[in-house]
């Protein structure tokens, strides 16, 4: 084999091996997608988990609209971690109402979630995720 046929025949193996790894590339952006749903969707699994355990035995469930007050608070918990909330400012952050009646509503399912070991909490009236 002389220099131009063995430097065609490096062109030919480098083309190769450059379209190997555009492809190997898209599956791996496909996979890496795939992956963050699925992640997602375990993540709303547990919180729907986490708030049918909520619920006392033998109990009505709560109304749609409860359920999704539930979803918010573990979803706010979830984005913020280490972050300590008192009721009046998770209603902040949510943008709920902040009179007195919806922030005891709220202290009370934060009561029921920490008895459900989804929070803790590190002071009176202070709300954390558990880690």
């Known amino acids: 084999m002389n220099v131009s046929e063995l430097l065609a025949y490096l062109q030919t193996q480098q083309d190769e091996a450059t379209t190997?790894?555009?492809?190997?590339?898209g599956q791996?952006?496909?996979?890496?997608a795939a992956l963050a749903e699925s992640?997602?969707?375990?993540?709303?699994?547990?919180t729907t988990r986490i708030i049918t355990e909520a619920a006392p035995a033998g109990?009505?469930?709560?109304?749609?609209e409860a359920n999704t007050a539930y979803q918010?608070?573990?979803?706010a918990f979830n984005q913020h971690p280490d972050q300590v909330f008192r009721a009046r400012e998770l209603h902040e952050l949510l943008g709920m109402p902040t009179d007195e009646a919806s922030v005891n509503i709220t202290r009370s399912r934060l009561g029921r979630l920490t008895r459900q070991g989804f929070l803790t909490q590190p002071g009176r009236g202070h709300y954390q995720k558990r880690t």
């Open 20 to 25: 190997r790894a555009a492809e190997l590339r």
């Open 59 to 64: 109990a009505e469930p709560d109304p749609p």
């Open 72 to 75: 918010d608070i573990v979803n």
């Open 39 to 46: 992640e997602a969707r375990l993540t709303d699994l547990a």
């Open 28 to 32: 791996i952006e496909h996979l890496t």
